[in-house]
């Protein structure tokens, strides 16, 4: 069964980098893009979904009403969200449920960061409760550690390489040449990402992605108020996927010491991974043929072989194969990250999943320029983050 | 005088230099294993039970995955000066079936997937209170 749709009437960004600036301005600014987008003044919105980010103090934990104030208070409703990396599509999915419960008919979601310089560390203080805390303390287990376990296990189950690796950097990176929201617009040759500094063997690092500053936002409305707008044929949210792992989960994941165990209830059928995206197709009644486009969260370039599979454009263990045929390249049979992914943009943690939808919604609309996979008519998103969150957003024209 | 050793998190594993071992804990409903320990309530989802036994984990397992950090993590994690590189290891504990982290003692030499390494403690840093002292894992030879 399909659930129901909402409308994307506008969408805009902040571009990525590091700015420096609080992150408040980045999330005046998208929301401002995603408004003229639309179309609508800031007071027609009703409902204002925040994404949380989690290293900018207070004003960061109420996200929502911290852009509902930079913006003018004008009544609407609010809620803030934060679900790590899924944040976004988490605020999403609220204004989503709101629309089709009737209880507003234009809702705005936005999402902004600033991120410190380097690795993302856990938050301060003698926090030895805190598995995030612990996890640097006791191991040093920094993210691209996971990154690496699971790179590492690709090369060893499925016989993958450095070159394929650096591979999928060098298709983002020409992916992302052209993306006015982009911070690294730069072409890069498979020898140089070879050459890059070890980070996390057998990762380097131009294969993992940088924390960035950025924003992003999504007007929302109902089918219902998209008509009597005359807004013609807009983009349609048909999924909005938050699914949790099923137990036991025995992937090692961020920021865990331990898998769970396995001896007295066995494995699940799927994967979290897997289920993260079966969960979207099942809401909007698709299957992975029905794709023309997805942006995927390549946190390393060896990640993005990884969710090939996992939102089921191969089997597992063909996904080299797949980047090597050039289906997953803008002209090929299923393009990934023509934003040019993670690996142009670095991570904005709670605008990532909403800027993955955007550039959905500009593929869609055929405004993609420099980037636009022809014709698409139907796409995915997919991320993982921590503490058992993952979303995937399906949106369809 | 040699300085105090203390466990740098307290209750994890055992301090038996000869035969160290990770200490989780086991839900006396249903049987599953735990570690960290767990302390709230079992998180099989088909399980109501709360209450569990400690359990010392398999001092040997065979390596999932691994790798070598080549740059210094940010606080709270205590890097020498300078710094060196670090390898971590997940390593698959066959009775228990789960995989469980420790930094690999003696470094990256014959790490590989699929390889035994066995527990061992070592000094994680020191600070006035003495060595903080950790599990590691290390490869079998």
Same mark, same amino acid.
């Given at each position: 069964m399909s659930v129901g749709e909402v409308a994307v009437l506008g969408v805009g960004m902040h571009p990525w980098?590091?700015?420096?600036?609080?992150f408040v301005e980045y999330g005046v600014v998208a929301a401002r893009d995603a408004l003229a987008d639309a179309g609508l003044a800031w007071t027609d919105i009703q409902f204002v979904s925040g994404a949380d980010t989690v290293r900018n103090g207070y004003p960061g934990y109420v996200a929502g009403a911290t852009f509902a104030q930079a913006l003018g208070w004008q009544g609407a409703q609010v809620t803030s969200a934060y679900a790590a990396c899924a944040s976004g599509a988490t605020a999403l999915d609220v204004a989503r449920n709101r629309i089709l419960a009737g209880l507003c008919d234009v809702a705005m979601v936005v999402g902004a960061d600033t991120t410190p310089k380097g690795f993302l560390a856990p938050t301060g203080g003698d926090r030895p409760d805190d598995p995030d805390w612990l996890r640097f303390r006791l191991l040093g287990a920094t993210n691209p550690t996971y990154f690496a376990f699971y790179a590492r296990r690709r090369m060893e189950v499925y016989g993958a390489t450095d070159s394929d690796f650096a591979k999928v950097k060098v298709k983002n990176a020409r992916h992302g040449l052209e993306n006015p929201n982009a911070r690294y617009r730069k072409e890069v040759t498979e020898e140089e990402v070879l050459a890059s500094p070890m980070v996390a063997d057998p990762l380097r690092l131009l294969e993992i992605c940088a924390t960035s500053d950025g924003a992003a936002a999504v007007v929302l409305s109902s089918m219902d108020f998209a008509r009597r707008r005359g807004s013609g044929d807009p983009v349609r949210v048909a999924a909005v996927s938050t699914a949790t792992p099923r137990f036991p989960n025995t992937i090692i994941e961020m920021p865990n010491f331990a898998t769970d165990s396995a001896a007295a209830v066995g494995p699940p059928e799927l994967t979290f991974r897997d289920s993260i995206a079966a969960e979207a197709y099942e809401q909007a009644a698709i299957a992975p043929d029905d794709l023309d486009v997805a942006e995927v969260y390549d946190l390393s370039s060896a990640l993005e072989l990884d969710w090939y599979e996992n939102i089921g454009?191969?089997?597992?263990?063909e996904a080299e194969k797949l980047l090597h045929d050039g289906d997953t390249t803008i002209g090929g049979r299923i393009p990934v990250n023509?934003?040019?992914?993670l690996a142009c943009f670095g991570e904005a943690v709670p605008a990532q999943a909403l800027a993955q939808v955007c550039e959905l919604v500009w593929q869609l609309r055929g405004?993609?320029?420099? @980037?636009q996979v022809e014709g698409a008519r139907v796409g995915l998103t997919a991320n993982q983050g921590l503490f058992g969150h993952g979303s995937s957003v399906i949106v369809k024209k | 005088m040699s300085a105090a050793r203390v466990p740098?998190?307290?209750?994890?594993?055992?301090?038996?230099?000869?035969d160290p071992r990770l200490v989780g804990n086991k839900c006396t409903s249903c049987g599953t294993v735990f570690f960290p320990k767990a302390s709230i309530a079992c998180r099989n989802p088909s399980c109501d039970g709360t209450a569990f036994d400690d359990v010392p984990l398999s001092n040997r397992g065979r390596v999932w995955s691994y790798t070598t950090n080549h740059y210094a993590p940010p606080a709270p994690y205590v890097s020498p000066d300078p710094f060196e590189p670090y390898s971590v290891a997940a390593v698959e504990l066959a009775d228990e079936k789960l995989v469980v982290l420790g930094q690999v003692e003696?470094?990256?030499?014959?790490? @590989?997937?699929g390889a035994e390494v066995e527990l061992v403690l070592s000094t994680l840093f020191a600070d006035d209170e003495g060595e903080r002292v950790v599990w590691k894992w290390k490869v079998v030879s």
């Open positions: 980098g590091k700015w420096g600036k609080n454009l191969c089997k597992p263990g023509p934003s040019g992914g405004q993609a320029d420099g @980037r | 740098a998190v307290e209750g994890w594993f055992t301090m038996d230099e000869a003696g470094g990256a030499e014959g790490l @590989r997937v």
